[in-house]
C-alpha cells in the first residue's frame, strides 16, 4: 500500500514559479512510475506529466512546453514538479500519483494511488 502526500501549492502570481512535492508517508516509490495530473471543479482530471521509475524519462501532456519538470529523488521517496512562469490557466488542484509498474504512463487509469491534492491559485 502507497500512501501520497502533496504539499508546495499556494497563491501566486503571474510569472512567478513554485515547486510541488510528493512525499509517500507510506510504501517506496523507488520502483513504480509517479505522475501528475491537476483538475479544476467541473472538468476532468488532466495529466500534467508522468516520470518512470529511475527518473530517466519523462513526458509531458504537452511535449512542447518547458514550464514544468517533473523529477523525482528515490533515496528520499519524493516525487517533484517545478513549475515556471505560472498562468492563471494553471490554477487547478495538483495531484500526484503512483503505477504498480515502473514503466511511464500517460493514462489516468493506469495509476493505482493518489494523494489529496495541493491546491494552487495563479492571480493575473
Known amino acids: 500500500q502507497v500512501q501520497l502526500v502533496e504539499s508546495g501549492g499556494g497563491l501566486v502570481q503571474a510569472g512567478d514559479s513554485l515547486k510541488l512535492s510528493c512525499v509517500a508517508s507510506a510504501g517506496t516509490l523507488s520502483d513504480r512510475a509517479m505522475g501528475w495530473f491537476r483538475q479544476n471543479p467541473g472538468k476532468e482530471r488532466e495529466l500534467v506529466g508522468a516520470?518512470?521509475?529511475?527518473?530517466?524519462?519523462?513526458s509531458y501532456a504537452d511535449p512542447r512546453q518547458n514550464r514544468f519538470i517533473i523529477s523525482r529523488d528515490n533515496a528520499r521517496n519524493i516525487l517533484y514538479l517545478e513549475m515556471k512562469n505560472l498562468k492563471p490557466e494553471d490554477t487547478a488542484i495538483y495531484y500526484c500519483?503512483?503505477?504498480?509498474?515502473?514503466?511511464?504512463?500517460?493514462?489516468?487509469?493506469?495509476?493505482?494511488?493518489w494523494g489529496q491534492g495541493t491546491e494552487v491559485t495563479v492571480s493575473s
Open positions: 516520470i518512470s521509475s529511475t527518473g530517466v524519462t519523462t
Open positions: 500519483a503512483a503505477r504498480n509498474s515502473p514503466l511511464l504512463n500517460l493514462v489516468l487509469r493506469e495509476y493505482a494511488y
